[in-house]
């Protein structure tokens, strides 16, 4: 690992810090240089590492998934390449969605903002958000909003920074969100998401309880 120092929009997010806000302009200006920025400059593998905790929490293949902030659309792809074919995405970013729209992985893509109610009340039968976390994208407190978009029993795997999650303290939301009968969480694990940098992040695998 070479430990390359961080620059340009990379740079601009991870100045974000925690909490949540509004990142869609900077995504409409990175949305077309994205994929090489980051994958090519940084060597970004989260999607890959989330959608190896979905394909164990989630067997089936013909379930209905949403990819929550799906960006330029990594997440579907991964999620097509392991065999799954009935994926919706949503998405704040208007840049981000052309991208991901001229993937052809997604059944319907939605542009929405994940902090406000989406208005899909139980209509998916699994849902995966990776990234999208963190300052200026979505807070701890809108988990709830993409719990109410699954039916009871669904999985919901998530992918997130660890710097958001240790200064926003992700796990006692989490734990918050347990006592109240909204989720069961069944792993937590923390791995490296880019192959050129110190990034660390966790994944979290949780169901919607009844
Ligand atoms: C780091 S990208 C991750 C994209 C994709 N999941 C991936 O792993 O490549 C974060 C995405 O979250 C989206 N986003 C940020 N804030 C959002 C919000 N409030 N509602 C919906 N999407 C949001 C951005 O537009 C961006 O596409």
Redesign the pocket.
């Known amino acids: 690992m070479t430990n390359k120092d961080l620059e340009g929009f990379v740079a601009r ?1 991870t100045a974000l810090g925690g909490g ?1 806000g509004d ?2 302009a900077l ?1 409409d200006d990175w949305a077309a240089t ?1 994929e090489a920025n ?1 994958q090519g400059d940084y060597g ?1 593998v ?2 890959a590492i989330a959608v190896a905790a979905f394909v164990e929490a989630c067997p089936a293949r013909d379930v209905r998934i949403l ?6 659309g ?2 579907g792809e991964a999620l097509a390449a392991a065999g799954y074919g009935r994926i919706d995405g ?4 208007p840049g ?1 969605l052309a991208e991901a729209r001229a993937k052809q992985v997604y059944e319907r893509l939605i542009e ?4 406000r109610p989406l208005g899909l009340e139980s209509a998916y039968d699994a849902a995966i ?4 976390f963190g300052g ?3 807070g701890p407190e809108h988990i709830e909003g993409m719990l109410d978009c699954l039916r009871p029993g669904g999985p919901l795997v998530l992918y997130m920074n660890e710097i958001p999650y240790d200064e926003d303290d992700y796990p006692a939301h989490f734990a918050r969100l347990e006592a109240a009968g909204r989720w069961r969480v069944l792993s937590t694990a923390r791995s490296n998401y880019m192959a050129v940098l110190e990034r660390p992040g966790w994944t979290i695998v949780a169901e919607r309880a009844a």
């Open positions: 997010l949540s990142s869609r995504y994205y980051l970004y989260a999607p990819d929550l902030g799906c960006g330029t990594l997440v949503a998405d704040i970013s981000m929405a903002d994940l902090t958000a990776v990234g999208c200026g994208h979505v």
